[in-house]
């Protein structure tokens, strides 16, 4: 029997619970010859779609999404069997081939589609004696039931270009007879535009109403203009207004909807954003605390109070004033930082779209996790909006945020979360997703496929994806991308970016997962499945060479480090470019890089050639946190102070989140002795600090020691990411030297970083 036959054969089985089977079946080619022709209705394949759709933008991209679908069927049709397949205008008189009837034409033969879903994206798959008919209640429905015929078929498109094409061959296509009525389980699937090329996510049906909840669509509502001329629309902070919009005003939801209003008048979208912009706002004005509920509600992330129940008001005032000349237009809300949780005192207007945007650090554990920091506060999150609101966006992260070159499968957390925001209302899956398809092709296929089809169970779509995409390598490829992803999950290490990956991509790992992909490459029989696991075997090979960067930094072995940073940004530029097609690295990757490790590596190598240790990289240190910011007055900074009973931590290896301080904004004091054999006369000494997020006040020997910017001395040096170089020499000795540095994390960054995050050096001039 074909494949495509034993992929037939297992639909009829599937077909049982959701349509109707009966015996017989439907010759599409046989022998390498079309049996069968598409018919779409006269002149539905030009134009501009559907009148009666008042945004012309949306009429144009409808239909160019029917074309496109169209052109698809009769593309993948012919690439199976090798015939091809003529689409016409109307089905002539006397033609004896089975016709294939599309939209329009389909349900003038077959009648209703026999479902409806909110946003007319049902769609319903026929197939017996009168011919095939693929159609549904809008364009979007009728491409769904084209894809959903290719999927059935075998078709997947599993990454983007024809890399990630898996198309069976069989000279003889046949369909068992049908009748099957179906809709997807969500109005919009999406991922970010340079994550994929059109083709690939109309393919796999990621498209849909988009919701528009972009940041600061609720501030250009606003004019400055008018904001200058209404002082009391500004939040009060200390007392002075701060810029920051006041959102339980009546009159600015007035101004807010009639500006919105102003521009449905002139061009009609069926969504508008009433998203603030990308900041913590301020929770204390008397106004507006007036609108929170009584207990107020802590969200422990942000570290602040909750106001979400301030920007649901404003939401529903706006919502209900525009609603009144237009009654279908949707409003996007991201739920985030400090507005994440549910409202307490307000419901939620039906026109008004929460989109969850949960900015908890981490980013790879399932929101069931027991060991998380945040104990369960995603999963309570996301129950809480399930329990008030019928429709609901998710805006999740699709990657480890601001670090990309890790293999990320996220076969664990997604594979658990997006069942349980499914059940949860998800109306609108929307995660932030950067390229990835070298490192994170397994998470990325789970949210394509469950958040149109819930019933999937994640584990089958993992394990079909690895033996449809990588055939006879399937087995050393699963067994990589499952090493790769209980990293993330079983380390217990909740930081973003890449400052816990020595806890999780440990020696051990990384040697496991260096031996699956040379399995596989041994195992590959075919160029596209070699190219498949050449594409990972490369992104392999550039973590292997980050991870070794994070050694060097965490022994203190510097010199190395510019030379290391050069070679990793030409060879991921130079996958970029190879890879583009798959948009396999986005560009962003190496900025990330560079923001949080590139200037600090490069600064290494430079001080490490132009300058002498005078002993080995402080890496290990004693630390207390000072919750009151009294650590001076304690004594903590005197060399005779008894540190006896803190804890020590390795700097480079831990974050304050591995510490039991995820979300700790406040002074961390760490102290550590180190013992200088000589202190060369006539030579100047300096404390360098790999990285630091916040501020460093360093003592030497009880000592505060300035910090020189500039020729400006300042009591703190004051960076994310960054090196710093302070002059001991006046305050250092030979023999036995106490150093205390207090750092304080001021500022919320979204990574559950804190304080020394590289090795310290005492250095000399040459």
């Known amino acids: 029997m074909s494949k495509v036959k034993t992929v037939v054969s297992a639909m009829v089985m599937a077909l049982i619970v959701t349509g109707t089977v009966v015996a017989g079946e439907v010759r599409l080619a046989a022998k390498g010859e079309a049996r069968c022709v598409i018919v779409v209705a006269p002149g539905s394949l030009a134009g501009e779609g559907d009148a009666k759709i008042r945004s012309l933008a949306e009429r144009k991209e409808r239909q160019l999404l029917f074309r496109e679908s169209v052109a698809d069927l009769a593309i ?115 991922m970010w535009d340079d994550t994929a090329d059109h083709d690939f996510l109309r393919r796999n049906r990621m498209n849909g109403n988009l919701l528009a909840s972009n940041q600061l669509g609720l501030e250009n509502c606003i004019s400055k203009e008018q904001l200058a001329a209404h002082p009391e629309w500004q939040l009060q902070v200390n007392g002075k207004p701060s ?39 301020p929770t204390d004005d008397p106004e507006e605390v007036l609108a929170d509920p009584v207990p107020r509600v802590w969200e422990p992330a942000a570290n602040k109070w909750s106001i979400t129940d301030r920007l649901v008001l404003l939401a529903n005032r706006v919502a209900e004033k525009v609603g009144k000349k237009y009654p279908d237009v949707r409003f996007g809300v991201l739920m985030y930082v400090n507005y994440s949780m549910p409202p307490m005192k307000y419901k939620v207007h039906p026109n008004v779209i929460p989109v969850i945007s949960p900015i908890d650090f981490n980013r790879q554990h399932p929101m069931t996790w027991p060991n998380h920091p945040n104990q369960t506060w995603l999963l309570d999150m996301v129950k809480g909006w399930g329990k008030i609101s019928p429709r609901m966006g998710y805006y999740y992260y699709g990657m480890n945020l601001a670090e990309l070159s890790a293999p990320n499968p996220f076969i664990t957390k997604w594979g658990t979360d997006i069942p349980i925001i499914m059940s949860n209302h998800c109306t609108y899956w929307m995660p932030e997703t950067k390229g990835g398809w070298a490192s994170m092709l397994p998470g990325y296929q789970l949210g394509i496929r469950l958040t149109f089809d819930p019933t999937l169970k994640p584990d089958a779509v993992i394990q079909e994806m690895m033996e449809r995409f990588y055939g006879p390598a399937a087995e050393p490829m699963s067994r990589y991308w499952h090493v790769m992803d209980r990293a993330w999950v079983d380390a217990n290490e909740y930081s973003g970016s890449a400052f816990g990956y020595l806890r999780m991509f440990t020696p051990e ?30 992104s392999q090979t550039l973590f292997e060479l980050f991870m070794k960067m994070r050694r060097d930094w965490a ?63 402080l890496v290990k240190w004693k630390y207390c946190y000072d919750k009151d910011k009294n650590a001076e007055t304690l004594g903590w900074t005197k060399p005779e102070f008894d540190d006896a009973a803190w804890k020590t931590t390795h700097v480079v290896e831990e974050t304050w989140s591995t510490l039991g301080h995820h979300n700790t904004m406040g002074r961390m004091a760490y102290r550590v002795n180190v013992n200088l054999a000589s202190v060369p006369a006539g030579k100047k000494v300096f404390l360098w600090i790999g990285s630091n997020d916040g501020t460093a006040k360093v003592f030497v020997n009880g000592q505060h020691v300035k910090y020189n910017e500039k020729g400006e001395l300042k009591d703190v040096f004051n960076g994310y990411c960054q090196p710093a170089m302070f002059d001991v020499t006046a305050v250092v000795k030979a023999g036995a030297n106490q150093l205390t540095i207090l750092c304080e994390r001021q500022w919320l960054n979204e990574l559950g970083t804190g304080g020394l995050m590289g090795p310290v050096v005492m250095f000399r001039d040459k």
Not at 85 to 97: Q, Y
Not at 107 to 117: E, N
Not at 590 to 614: H, W
């Open 509 to 538: 790992v990384m040697k496991q997962a260096r031996a699956a992909v040379d399995e596989a490459l041994s195992k590959c029989r075919t160029i596209p499945e070699y190219q498949r696991v050449q594409l990972v075997n490369e």
């Open 555 to 617: 022994a203190g072995r510097l010199e190395g480090l510019g030379k290391d940073m050069d070679q990793w940004r030409g060879s991921l530029n130079d996958m970029s470019r190879r890879y583009k097609a798959q948009f396999a690295i986005h560009w962003i990757t190496q900025e990330y890089v560079d923001s949080q490790f590139g200037i600090a590596y490069s600064n290494a190598s430079q001080v490490a050639k132009s300058m002498s240790p005078l002993a080995p990289a």
């Open 243 to 281: 810029g920051y919009l006041k959102w339980t005003r009546q009159d600015i939801a007035d101004a807010v909807a009639d500006t919105i209003i102003q521009r449905l008048d002139k061009d009609y979208t069926p969504t508008v954003s009433l998203t603030p912009g990308d900041y913590v706002v």
């Open 76 to 190: 993948y049709l012919g690439k199976m069997s090798g015939a091809k397949f003529e689409v016409v205008e109307g089905l002539p008189a006397g033609d004896k081939r089975t016709p294939i009837y599309i939209g329009a034409e389909a349900q003038k033969v077959f009648g209703p589609v026999g479902k409806t879903m909110a946003g007319k994206f049902a769609f319903r798959v026929v197939a017996g004696r009168k011919g095939v008919g693929l159609y549904g209640e809008s364009e979007y429905g009728t491409s769904y039931a084209i894809y959903e015929l290719l999927g059935r078929l075998g078709c997947r498109w599993y990454m983007p270009s024809e890399m990630g094409e898996c198309i069976p061959q069989a000279a003889t296509l046949e369909l068992p007879e049908l009748d099957v009525a179906l809709a997807p389980a969500t109005e919009y699937r999406g």
